[in-house]
């Protein structure tokens, strides 16, 4: 049976109290990971991926989750500003689809409207090079993402 694909706050019902979370920024060339702590307060960068094959790119995401004893993903979904989906939103839960079938770990969506800008905003503020911002770019918007994850989930009063 494939894994859960959820909004955020649903698929948190499906996964234990204590155990960390591995958060997704997928680009159309790299995937950024991000790893949560156990009691999920912090994320923290992982590596990024260069895209190869789903397969390939789906095992590597699989052994990071097994390595940090991870018990869920959070997936960044790339919602526009109308709050439609376009193109980039329908290609993240197609790959969220076929990566159900190779976990049982529930999978969280989670809206990640203008993560990659203020995160470029971010590294630009810290003087980082170009370049260098291309090679991090990824992994600090998945940690941007699961931060936000987390922080929606440390306040369950505002659950709903």
Same mark, same amino acid.
């Given at each position: 049976?494939?894994?859960?694909i959820?909004?955020?706050?649903?698929?948190?019902a499906?996964?234990?109290?204590?155990?960390?979370?591995?958060?997704?920024?997928?680009g159309?060339?790299?995937?950024?990971v991000?790893?949560?702590d156990p009691?999920?307060?912090?994320?923290?960068?992982?590596?990024?991926?260069?895209?190869?094959?789903?397969k390939?790119?789906?095992?590597?995401? +699989? /052994?990071?989750?097994? @390595? =940090?004893?991870?018990?869920?993903? &959070?997936?960044?979904?790339? *919602?526009? %500003? !109308?709050? #439609?989906?376009?193109?980039?939103?329908?290609?993240?839960?197609?790959?969220a689809?076929?990566?159900?079938g190779?976990t049982k770990l529930? +999978? /969280?969506l989670?809206? @990640? =409207?203008?993560?990659?800008?203020? &995160?470029?905003?971010?590294? *630009?503020? %810290? !003087?980082? #090079?170009?370049?260098?911002?291309?090679?991090?770019?990824?992994?600090?918007?998945?940690?941007?993402?699961l931060?936000?994850?987390?922080?929606?989930l440390?306040?369950?009063?505002?659950?709903?």
């Open positions: 049976m494939p894994a859960l959820l909004p955020l706050i649903d698929a948190a499906h996964w234990p109290e204590r155990g960390a979370l591995v958060g997704l920024d997928l159309t060339k790299t995937i950024g991000a790893v949560s009691d999920r307060r912090l994320a923290t960068g992982v590596e990024t991926i260069q895209r190869k094959a789903f390939a790119d789906a095992a590597r995401l +699989i /052994a990071i989750a097994a @390595e =940090r004893h991870a018990v869920g993903f &959070v997936l960044g979904l790339p *919602i526009n %500003m !109308d709050a #439609s989906e376009g193109p980039r939103a329908q290609s993240t839960r197609a790959f689809r076929n990566f159900s190779l529930a +999978i /969280a989670w809206d @990640e =409207r203008l993560s990659t800008v203020a &995160v470029e905003r971010e590294l *630009i503020g %810290m !003087d980082m #090079s170009r370049a260098r911002r291309a090679e991090v770019i990824d992994e600090h918007a998945a940690i941007f993402i931060q936000g994850a987390l922080d929606r440390a306040n369950p009063r505002d659950m709903r």
